[in-house]
T-cell receptor
């Protein structure tokens, strides 16, 4: 596709349920990022994938959060036993290269608005 | 630990140039200045970046002071569609994370 695609665009769930958020990066982009944006706040880094390297999970807020990237393309962010404080917009971004690139540009999707009731 | 300081908000008249300041007084030699913007209900969008020279593209111009401690993003002819939050970010080439601060909320008025 032409840009980063995220699905669903909106997700309403009940506290305690598990949710899966999907990200389709731009074809050929080796780096993939997940960020979280709570209402009225800036972006919070969650996790970074680069090619076949081990992902940087340092931003994941708890062990209820996990992410995987299959075949170096599609990524899924999973939140287990959701809590109300998990409510936020989850943004995915991809880039051509990743670190050490002087012309690195991140392309973001429109995000998934997660509401935990 | 914020690396950049931006005014929280500013207004601009449609058709006029918008000049967005950013202070990054602790920037180091291998850190680039990046600008992104986020229009309501969308993901951030890349605008421009630079190291020490001024840069221009189809969206904006970036002016970096000689000591690199501050920069200005210039939108030459602001339109209503330029209303957004603008983020000034300092990025080390050895890092891949972009740290987004609070940004400047720019409102373009007719």
């Amino acid at each position: 596709g032409a840009g980063v695609s995220q699905s669903p665009s909106n997700k309403v769930t009940e506290k305690g349920k598990d949710v899966e958020l999907r990200c389709d990066p731009i074809s050929g982009h080796t780096a993939l990022y997940w960020y979280r944006q709570s209402l009225g706040q800036g972006l919070e880094f969650l996790i970074y994938f680069q090619g076949n390297s081990a992902p940087d999970k340092s931003g994941l807020p708890s062990d209820r959060f996990s992410a995987e990237r299959t075949g170096g393309s599609v990524s899924t962010l999973t939140i287990q036993r959701t809590q109300q404080e998990d409510s936020a917009v989850y943004l995915c971004a991809s880039s051509l290269v990743g670190r050490f690139a002087t012309n690195e540009k991140l392309f973001f999707g429109s995000g998934t608005q997660l509401s935990v009731l | 630990d914020a690396k950049t300081t931006q005014p929280p908000s500013m207004d601009c008249a449609e058709g006029r140039a918008a000049n967005l300041p950013c202070n990054h007084s602790t920037i180091s030699g291998n850190e680039y200045v990046y600008w992104y913007r986020q229009i309501h209900s969308q993901g951030p969008q890349y605008i421009i970046h630079g190291l020490k020279n001024n840069e221009t593209n189809e969206m904006a111009s970036l002016i970096i002071t000689e000591d690199r401690k501050s920069s200005t993003l210039i939108l030459p002819h602001a339109t209503l569609r330029d209303t957004a939050v603008y983020y000034c970010i300092v990025r080390d080439l050895n890092d891949y994370k972009l740290s987004f601060g609070a940004g400047t909320t720019v409102t373009v008025r007719a």
